[in-house]
C-alpha cells in the first residue's frame, strides 16, 4: 500500500473551533494510506513581500512542513462570507518568494462546517479560486459543506450523526484516489 503524506490547515484560530473539531473527525476517519499531519498557521506573522529574501523562522518552519507533504488538506470556518484572514495570510506566505510556491503539484481539497445554513460554501468558492492561483490542484467533488449541530462532533472528533459519519469518510476516501491520481500522473 502507497502512503501519502497530508497536511491539513485549519482556517480557524480559535481554541473551540468546530472546524478544528472537523478536522480531527477527519483524521479518524482516513483510510490508512493517508496520513495526516496538522501544519499550523497561528505563529506565522502578517506576511510582506519585504520578507522574502529572508523568511522569518516561522515562515521557513511552515514552508519546509509544506515541502515535507504530498498533498494539502483545507478545513476552514467562513468569516464575513470569505476566508478567515489568517488562513489567507498563511496562503500568502507559502505562494511566496516568488518561483518557490510551495502548492505547485500538491493536490488540494476543501472543507469546511458552519452553523449557518450556507455552511462555509462562500469561504470554499473564495478559496477554490486562490487555490487555482496559486496552482493547487483540486478535488472538485464530492464538495463538503457541513451543517455544525450542538454536539455533531465531539471535542476529540467522533462524529455524532451516522450520516455524516459515512459522508466524512466517504470524503476521504475520494480524496485519498485524487491524491493517488495525481501521483500516477507524475511518475
Ligand atoms: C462568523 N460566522 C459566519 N458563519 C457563516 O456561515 N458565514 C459567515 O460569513 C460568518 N461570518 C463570521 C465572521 C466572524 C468574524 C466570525 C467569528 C464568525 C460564524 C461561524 O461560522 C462560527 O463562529 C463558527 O464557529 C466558525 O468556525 P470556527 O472558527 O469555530 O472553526
Known amino acids: 500500500m502507497t502512503q501519502y503524506r497530508i497536511g491539513y490547515l485549519i482556517g480557524s484560530l480559535a481554541t473551540a473551533s468546530i472546524n478544528r473539531k472537523l478536522a480531527k473527525a477527519l483524521v479518524r476517519l482516513a483510510p490508512p494510506e493517508l496520513v495526516c499531519t496538522e501544519i499550523p498557521i497561528r505563529d506565522l506573522p502578517l506576511y510582506s513581500y519585504d520578507h522574502d529574501a529572508d523568511f522569518p523562522p516561522a515562515a521557513r518552519a511552515f514552508k519546509e512542513a509544506l515541502e515535507q507533504v504530498d498533498a494539502v488538506l483545507f478545513v476552514t470556518p467562513e468569516y464575513n462570507r470569505s476566508v478567515p484572514g489568517g488562513l489567507k495570510n498563511a496562503i500568502d506566505w507559502a505562494s511566496r518568494p516568488f518561483g518557490r510556491n510551495s502548492f505547485t503539484h500538491k493536490p488540494g481539497a476543501i472543507i469546511g462546517t458552519s452553523p449557518g445554513e450556507i455552511r462555509s460554501a462562500i469561504a470554499?468558492?473564495?478559496?477554490?479560486?486562490?487555490?487555482?492561483?496559486?496552482?493547487?490542484?483540486?478535488?472538485?467533488?464530492?464538495?463538503?459543506?457541513?451543517?455544525?449541530?450542538?454536539?455533531?462532533?465531539?471535542?476529540?472528533?467522533?462524529?455524532?450523526?451516522?450520516?455524516?459519519?459515512?459522508?466524512?469518510?466517504?470524503?476521504?476516501?475520494?480524496?485519498?484516489?485524487f491524491v493517488a491520481q495525481m501521483a500516477s500522473l507524475r511518475s
Do not use: W
Not at 131 to 146: F, K
Open 124 to 177: 470554499q468558492q473564495h478559496l477554490r479560486a486562490i487555490l487555482a492561483s496559486c496552482d493547487c490542484p483540486q478535488m472538485n467533488a464530492p464538495e463538503a459543506y457541513i451543517h455544525f449541530t450542538p454536539g455533531l462532533i465531539s471535542d476529540d472528533g467522533e462524529v455524532n450523526d451516522v450520516r455524516c459519519k459515512e459522508f466524512l469518510r466517504r470524503y476521504m476516501q475520494a480524496y485519498a484516489r
